[in-house]
């Protein structure tokens, strides 16, 4: 399998760990984020990735090399001028053999662990041309619970809602190149078009997944790895 991470945005609500890097390499428990990625995507057998990058891509290049260590190959996809994650993941695919399979894409801030296969094998019945990754809709704010007559009976911290979110993952199929812009998102351009022609399907997980946008973010994260590193290490004791 082939993989295309989006890792060009500059990250200015992550400032100031983004001086000098990236936002993917804003590092979680000393790993950068698409650290985290890459070793998901290679778990899952994908054996090829095009970082697609701008701002600052040398520090990608310098961490992850051609992906030896890694054991992928990376190929860099560089933006001399912002293109857009649209025109990102047009001009990534342009370097990828032309071969029927799909390919992967991915928003280089996330971290999560679900299984790919299910995925690929829900697109590939579907014929869709591109499937959208679902997560649920946590709420940021802590719920008050109210009767009609309006007591307070209890609280809920950060509940689950019942909405899914875009989950910044993609599968695409090839022939999705061609409605890629040349510039611009493709959320607010291809997306729409395939929506609206019965052409885009989604995929629901309930897998760990979180976006890494702010400085809350990255906090709330690096606890959460943290505690979920404790709680393996002493299940296994």
């Not at 047009?90 to 679900?114: C, H, R, V, W, Y």
């Amino acid at each position: 399998m082939r993989a295309i991470i989006l890792a060009g945005g500059k990250g200015e609500r992550l400032r100031p760990f983004t001086d000098d890097r990236p936002k993917p390499m804003v590092e979680v428990l000393g790993i950068p984020i698409i650290g985290y990625q890459i070793q998901w995507l290679q778990a899952q057998g994908v054996t090829q990735i095009v970082i697609s990058c701008g701002y600052r891509c040398d520090v990608i290049h310098g961490y992850f090399g051609e992906g030896q260590k890694w054991g992928v190959r990376i190929d860099y996809s560089v933006e001399e001028t912002p293109l857009g994650r649209g025109g990102g993941i047009k001009k990534a695919m342009s370097m990828l053999p032309q071969e029927a399979e799909p390919i992967i894409a991915t928003n280089g801030d996330i971290i999560t662990n679900f299984s790919l296969q299910p995925l690929v094998e829900a697109h590939c019945c579907s014929g869709d041309l591109a499937t959208l990754v679902l997560t649920p809709f946590v709420s940021p704010y802590g719920i008050v619970e109210v009767t009609d007559d309006s007591r307070v009976i209890g609280f809920r911290e950060k509940p689950v809602l019942p909405y899914w979110i875009n989950g910044g993952i993609y599968i695409l199929s090839p022939e999705v190149y061609s409605f890629l812009p040349d510039l611009g998102d493709h959320e607010d351009t291809t997306f729409p078009q395939l929506a609206s022609e019965g052409r885009m399907g989604a995929f629901k997980t309930q897998a760990f997944w979180r976006a890494v946008d702010t400085v809350k973010d990255l906090s709330e994260v690096n606890r959460e790895l943290e505690k979920r590193l404790i709680t393996s290490f002493l299940s296994q004791g």
